[in-house]
C-alpha cells in the first residue's frame, strides 16, 4: 500500500531549504527518508530541532507538536531531566555487549509500575519486542498460529504485516472470515499462514475462530486500543472477554502496549482497563524518544530465557536507552506528569468539541486524553473496518491544513494526536485556533466541489 503524500499548502510555509534537501535525500534515500511513514512526497518535512511540546524544520518553521514522534515523547522534545542523566551515564561508554545497572534498574521500575509483570528483557524497538515476545509466546504453548486484530499494527517484522492498513477494506475480506492480507510485498506465504486475523470488537468471531483452531493457538496479539485507528476504544467487557477466551483455550494473552505503556497509566492499558496479560511489549513512551524497548511478563513464560528460546541483541539495553528508560520511568512514577498530560488533553478535547457542537458537525473523540482521534461520525466506530465510513477524507484535510498554520498532528486519519507533559494552554490555543481556521477552509473547499 502506498502511503498518501498530504498535500501542504507550501505558500504559507517556507519551503525551499527543504524542497532542496528531498532532492538531495532522494538520491541516496528511497523517497527522501528511513521510514515509508514519513516520505511525503516533495512536502516531506526535514526537522532541525525540538524543544518541549514545539518542534522546527530546516526552513525555520515552527509548530505545536501533535505527533511526539508516533508517541515516545511523553515529556517533551529535548527535556532538561533526561538528557542530562542520559549524557551523564554516556560519557561511561555506550555499548559493552554486557549488563549493566541502568539496565536492571529499568526492568525493576517496568515492573513496579505495571504491577503485574515479574520479569522483562529490553530490546532496541517496539519491533524486536513484539517479535521476541511472540516468539516466546510460541515456546510456552508448543504451538504456532496467533491472533490479530485488522488494523492494528505491531511493528514491521513478517509476522506482524498481516491486515495492517488498507485503505479499501473490502480487501479484508468476510467478516466472519477474514482474509490473510499481507501489506507489502515480501512476505512469505507460509508465515502469513500462522497469523489469523480477526475483526476488533467482536467477540463472537473470536469465539468461533478458537472453536475451529484453538489447539494450534499460541496467542492473542492485541493493542488494548486499536492504535492506529486514532485510539478507538475497546467495548465494554471485550477485553475481559478475550482474556476469558484465552485462559479457557490455554493460549497466551499478548498486550502490546508500545504505544499505550506508560502512558494510560504508569501501569500502562493493563492498569487503565483492570485486564491483566500473560505478557506485554513496551516502547515509545518509556524512554521519552531514545529507541528503548522491552518485553515482560509473568516468570514462568518470561523463564525459558535464556535457555529454551533465542533472544539477544547487541544494541539491546545500550547505556544510551538504559539510562532515558530509567530517567523516563522514575518521572513518570515520582512526578504528576500522566495527570497533567491527562488534564491538557482534556483541555484540548473540550475545546475542539464545543467548535464542533456549535458548527453542527457530527463527531466523537476516541482513545484517551493523552492520545486521542477527532472522527467525523454520529457514532464511534467499534473496528477498523467501521473506520471507513467515518468522515476521514475531512479529517485527513483539516490536518494538512493545520500543518501549514503551525501545528502538526499526522496528515492521516488513522493516526491519533499525541500529548506531552510540555504542551501548555498556549499550545492548546494555538492548535484550536489552527483546528477551527483549517475547519472552516476545509468546508468552504467542500461547497466549491
Given at each position: 500500500?502506498?502511503?498518501?503524500e498530504?498535500?501542504?499548502?507550501?505558500?504559507?510555509?517556507?519551503?525551499?531549504?527543504?524542497r532542496?534537501?528531498?532532492?538531495?535525500?532522494t538520491?541516496?534515500?528511497?523517497?527522501?527518508?528511513?521510514?515509508n511513514f514519513?516520505?511525503?512526497?516533495?512536502?516531506?518535512?526535514?526537522?532541525?530541532?525540538?524543544?518541549?511540546?514545539?518542534i522546527?524544520?530546516?526552513?525555520?518553521?515552527?509548530?505545536?507538536?501533535?505527533?511526539?514522534?508516533?508517541?515516545?515523547?511523553?515529556?517533551?522534545?529535548?527535556?532538561?531531566?533526561?538528557?542530562?542523566?542520559v549524557?551523564?551515564?554516556?560519557?561511561?561508554?555506550?555499548?559493552?555487549s554486557l549488563?549493566?545497572?541502568?539496565?536492571?534498574?529499568?526492568?525493576?521500575?517496568?515492573?513496579e509500575?505495571?504491577?503485574?509483570?515479574?520479569?522483562?528483557?529490553?530490546?532496541?524497538?517496539?519491533?524486536?519486542?513484539?517479535?521476541?515476545?511472540?516468539?516466546?509466546?510460541r515456546?510456552?504453548?508448543?504451538?504456532?498460529?496467533i491472533?490479530?486484530f485488522?488494523?492494528?499494527?505491531?511493528?514491521?517484522?513478517?509476522?506482524?504485516?498481516?491486515?495492517?492498513l488498507?485503505?479499501?477494506?473490502?480487501?479484508?475480506?468476510?467478516r466472519?472470515?477474514?482474509t490473510?492480507?499481507?501489506?507489502?510485498?515480501?512476505?512469505p506465504?507460509?508465515?502469513?499462514?500462522?497469523?489469523?486475523?480477526?475483526?476488533?470488537n467482536?467477540?463472537?468471531?473470536?469465539?468461533a475462530i478458537f472453536?475451529r483452531e484453538?489447539?494450534?493457538?499460541?496467542?492473542?496479539?492485541?493493542?488494548p486500543v486499536?492504535?492506529?485507528?486514532q485510539?478507538?476504544?475497546?467495548?465494554?467487557?471485550?477485553?475481559?472477554?478475550?482474556?476469558?477466551?484465552?485462559?479457557e483455550?490455554?493460549?497466551?494473552?499478548?498486550?502490546?502496549e508500545v504505544?499505550?505503556g506508560?502512558?494510560?497509566?504508569r501501569?500502562?492499558?493493563?492498569?487503565?482497563?483492570?485486564?491483566?496479560?500473560?505478557?506485554?511489549?513496551?516502547?515509545?513512551?518509556?524512554?521519552?524518544g531514545?529507541?528503548?524497548?522491552?518485553?515482560?511478563?509473568?516468570?514462568?513464560?518470561?523463564?525459558?530465557?535464556?535457555?529454551?528460546?533465542?533472544?539477544?541483541?547487541?544494541?539491546?539495553?545500550?547505556?544510551?536507552?538504559?539510562?532515558?528508560?530509567?530517567?523516563?520511568?522514575?518521572?513518570?512514577?515520582?512526578?504528576?506528569?500522566?495527570?497533567?498530560?491527562?488534564?491538557?488533553?482534556?483541555?484540548?478535547q473540550?475545546?475542539?468539541?464545543?467548535l464542533?457542537?456549535?458548527?453542527?458537525?457530527?463527531?466523537?473523540?476516541?482513545?484517551?486524553?493523552?492520545?486521542?482521534?477527532?472522527?467525523?461520525?454520529?457514532q464511534?466506530?467499534?473496528?477498523?473496518?467501521?473506520?471507513?465510513?467515518?468522515?476521514?477524507?475531512?479529517?485527513?484535510?483539516?490536518?494538512?491544513?493545520?500543518?501549514?498554520?503551525?501545528a502538526m498532528?499526522?496528515?492521516?486519519?488513522?493516526?491519533?494526536w499525541f500529548?506531552?507533559?510540555?504542551?501548555?494552554?498556549?499550545?492548546?490555543?494555538?492548535?484550536?485556533?489552527?483546528?477551527?481556521?483549517?475547519?472552516?477552509?476545509?468546508?468552504?473547499?467542500?461547497?466549491?466541489?
Amino acid at each position: 500500500m502506498a502511503i498518501t503524500e498530504p498535500a501542504i499548502a507550501a505558500t504559507q510555509l517556507r519551503r525551499e531549504k527543504q524542497r532542496e534537501l528531498y532532492r538531495r535525500a532522494t538520491r541516496s534515500l528511497p523517497g527522501g527518508t528511513n521510514s515509508n511513514f514519513r516520505a511525503w512526497g516533495e512536502d516531506t518535512i526535514y526537522i532541525d530541532r525540538g524543544k518541549g511540546g514545539r518542534i522546527w524544520d530546516v526552513d525555520g518553521n515552527e509548530f505545536i507538536d501533535l505527533r511526539m514522534g508516533y508517541g515516545p515523547v511523553i515529556l517533551g522534545h529535548a527535556d532538561d531531566r533526561v538528557d542530562d542523566y542520559v549524557n551523564e551515564q554516556m560519557r561511561k561508554g555506550v555499548s559493552f555487549s554486557l549488563t549493566s545497572e541502568q539496565e536492571v534498574r529499568c526492568v525493576e521500575l517496568i515492573c513496579e509500575l505495571t504491577g503485574w509483570v515479574d520479569m522483562a528483557r529490553m530490546t532496541v524497538s517496539g519491533t524486536e519486542a513484539t517479535m521476541h515476545a511472540m516468539r516466546l509466546a510460541r515456546a510456552f504453548t508448543g504451538r504456532e498460529k496467533i491472533v490479530k486484530f485488522e488494523g492494528q499494527y505491531h511493528g514491521v517484522h513478517d509476522y506482524a504485516l498481516i491486515s495492517v492498513l488498507p485503505d479499501d477494506v473490502s480487501t479484508l475480506g468476510d467478516r466472519t472470515n477474514p482474509t490473510r492480507l499481507a501489506w507489502g510485498r515480501g512476505i512469505p506465504e507460509a508465515i502469513a499462514k500462522t497469523i489469523i486475523p480477526a475483526p476488533y470488537n467482536d467477540l463472537d468471531v473470536l469465539r468461533a475462530i478458537f472453536e475451529r483452531e484453538g489447539e494450534s493457538i499460541a496467542a492473542v496479539i492485541i493493542e488494548p486500543v486499536l492504535g492506529n485507528a486514532q485510539g478507538i476504544l475497546p467495548s465494554p467487557g471485550f477485553l475481559a472477554g478475550v482474556r476469558a477466551i484465552t485462559q479457557e483455550f490455554g493460549s497466551v494473552l499478548f498486550f502490546d502496549e508500545v504505544k499505550t505503556g506508560f502512558r494510560f497509566a504508569r501501569g500502562g492499558a493493563a492498569e487503565f482497563f483492570g485486564v491483566t496479560p500473560d505478557i506485554a511489549s513496551y516502547a515509545k513512551a518509556m524512554g521519552n524518544g531514545y529507541p528503548a524497548a522491552a518485553f515482560g511478563g509473568k516468570r514462568e513464560i518470561m523463564s525459558l530465557l535464556p535457555d529454551s528460546v533465542s533472544h539477544g541483541g547487541t544494541y539491546a539495553g545500550n547505556r544510551i536507552a538504559a539510562a532515558a528508560a530509567v530517567a523516563t520511568l522514575t518521572i513518570l512514577k515520582d512526578t504528576d506528569a500522566l495527570e497533567h498530560i491527562r488534564a491538557t488533553g482534556e483541555s484540548m478535547q473540550s475545546r475542539i468539541g464545543e467548535l464542533l457542537t456549535r458548527r453542527g458537525i457530527a463527531h466523537v473523540f476516541t482513545g484517551h486524553p493523552s492520545m486521542f482521534g477527532i472522527m467525523f461520525a454520529e457514532q464511534s466506530p467499534t473496528d477498523y473496518r467501521g473506520w471507513a465510513d467515518t468522515d476521514h477524507a475531512l479529517y485527513d484535510a483539516i490536518a494538512v491544513g493545520m500543518i501549514a498554520r503551525g501545528a502538526m498532528p499526522e496528515p492521516d486519519s488513522r493516526e491519533p494526536w499525541f500529548i506531552c507533559e510540555a504542551h501548555n494552554e498556549a499550545d492548546v490555543d494555538r492548535v484550536c485556533a489552527s483546528f477551527e481556521e483549517s475547519l472552516n477552509v476545509a468546508l468552504e473547499e467542500r461547497t466549491k466541489t
